[in-house]
T-cell receptor, first 115, second 115 residues
């Protein structure tokens, strides 16, 4: 049963520290999405990759967030420096890249707390 | 711009009762619509999706949704609620244009099921 994996599942850090979240998409999927979920804003798209190339990162604060796909099996989301307002659950999702009807498969999320 | 609105952030039903979760969409083109479910401390999972093949869509766990263009709605129903249906449900529309495959999510509806 293929799944999207995310590490770490939980992260507590202090303001100003660097945070790196990792995602392994389902093998053979060529689209990767990063979402942030908070009580106030709900689910927000941060970044979207197809074939490892960033297609849309307009939802990401550029001064502190960065997203990359070093290879087809790894996507990373970095926050440097982290701030308390970054506390949220960060989800990675992957898909087959079949266009607007594609199903996205979500990982279990990384719960980030910035003190 | 496309969007979805979910009416009611919380819905409570008794076990065995009808479940009705409302979703209205806004789109200038025929939309592709999705319902995802999120169980506590888990990622989102696809329940069903409308891809214009049929207006009544059947999904997993006994859920179904009907696309009504005249009402711009895609409400989710289940004839008889089960305790295991307690979760948060998200309606989403697929974005057109350069970010095809990107989903725009509603704020979510938390379903409680009383014994």
């Amino acid at each position: 049963d293929a799944r999207v994996t995310q590490t770490p599942r939980h992260k507590v850090t202090e303001m100003g520290q660097e945070v790196t979240m990792r995602c392994q998409p389902i093998l053979g999927h060529n689209t990767v999405f990063w979402y942030r979920q908070t009580m106030m804003q709900g689910l927000e798209l941060l970044a979207y990759f197809r074939n490892r190339a960033p297609l849309d990162d307009s939802g990401m604060p550029k001064d502190r967030f960065s997203a990359e796909m070093p290879d087809a099996t790894l996507a990373t989301l970095k926050i440097q420096p982290s701030e308390p307002r970054d506390s949220a659950v960060y989800f990675c999702a992957s898909g087959r890249g079949q266009g607007p009807t594609d199903t996205q498969y979500f990982g279990p999320g990384t719960r980030l707390t910035v003190l | 711009a496309q969007s979805v609105t979910q009416l009611g952030s919380h819905v409570s039903v008794s076990e065995g009762a009808l479940v009705l979760l409302r979703c209205n969409y806004s789109s200038s083109v025929p939309p592709y619509l999705f319902w995802y479910v999120q169980y506590p401390n888990q990622g989102l999972q696809l329940l069903l999706k409308y891809t214009s093949a049929a207006t009544l869509v059947k999904g997993i766990n006994g859920f179904e949704a009907e696309f009504k263009k005249s009402e711009t709605s895609f409400h989710l129903t289940k004839p008889s609620a089960h305790m295991s249906d307690a979760a948060e449900y998200f309606c989403a529309v697929s974005e057109f244009g350069g970010s095809q495959g990107n989903l725009i999510f509603g704020k979510g509806t938390k379903l409680s099921v009383k014994p």
